[in-house]
T-cell receptor
Framework: EAGVVQSPRYKIIEKKQPVAFWCNPISGHNTLYWYLQNLGQGPELLIRYENEEAVDDSQLPKDRFSAERLKGVDSTLKIQPAELGDSAVYLC?????????????FGPGTRLTVL | QQQVKQSPQSLIVQKGGISIINCAYENTAFDYFPWYQQFPGKGPALLIAIRPDVSEKKEGRFTISFNKSAKQFSLHIMDSQPGDSATYFCAAGSNFGNEKLTFGTGTRLTIIP
């Protein structure tokens, strides 16, 4: 079974440029998460989707960040415009999302460098 | 109240020794406590997890000890091996982890021969 797929793996952009990250969750996983991981820190949730609905976006900086999961499968996270402080690893995770305990499976992440 | 505090920040253990990492939380609504292992360039991977209705869970060389009254939990790695060298994150979640996970700051573990 394929894991969570993310692309690109690395991205280097200049500040004020836009950037987008793509995530394809594990097949059948209804819940999709985007986390931000700064260097030397644990992941922090940006947004959580149940199917195509964003059910928790309280930590998403909505002035510059946006996300979508149009068909309830893959998802895109966008930053426009990027700032120096956005340099980090952006992790996507997915889980079954049904009642009960379900593991969150993480992708390898996209490492963003803003110059 | 959402914070999860993790210590130590880094840990060096001799091969064959016991590695111990500790975490503490504040939010009593948490009902799921996983430990994740992360290698450089990879995403975190679930190692072992526990619910607050048990005080200990063991899987192979990995054991979680959970103290509900103290709101603390710890990871013990027995017979530590060089391949265990990685960064370990504790986390806590509600609704059995189906909502967001709140992560600790991580412990960089190095196992020396």
């Amino acid at each position: 079974e394929a894991g969570v797929v993310q692309s690109p793996r690395y991205k280097i952009i200049e500040k004020k440029q836009p950037v987008a990250f793509w995530c394809n969750p594990i097949s059948g996983h209804n819940t999709l998460y985007w986390y931000l991981q700064n260097l030397g820190q644990g992941p922090e949730l940006l947004i959580r989707y149940e199917n195509e609905e964003a059910v928790d976006d309280s930590q998403l900086p909505k002035d510059r960040f946006s996300a979508e999961r149009l068909k309830g499968v893959d998802s895109t996270l966008k930053i426009q415009p990027a700032e120096l402080g956005d340099s980090a690893v952006y992790l996507c995770a997915s889980s079954l999302g049904l009642a009960g305990i379900h593991e969150q499976f993480f992708g390898p992440g996209t490492r963003l460098t803003v110059l | 109240q959402q914070q999860v505090k993790q210590s130590p920040q880094s840990l060096i253990v001799q091969k064959g020794g016991i590695s111990i990492i500790n975490c503490a939380y504040e939010n009593t609504a948490f009902d799921y406590f996983p430990w994740y292992q992360q290698f450089p360039g990879k995403g975190p991977a679930l190692l072992i997890a526990i619910r607050p209705d048990v005080s200990e869970k063991k899987e192979g060389r990995f054991t979680i000890s959970f103290n509900k009254s103290a709101k603390q939990f710890s990871l013990h790695i027995m017979d530590s091996q060089p391949g265990d060298s990685a960064t370990y994150f504790c986390a806590a979640g509600s609704n059995f982890g189906n909502e967001k996970l709140t992560f600790g700051t991580g412990t960089r573990l190095t196992i020396i021969p």
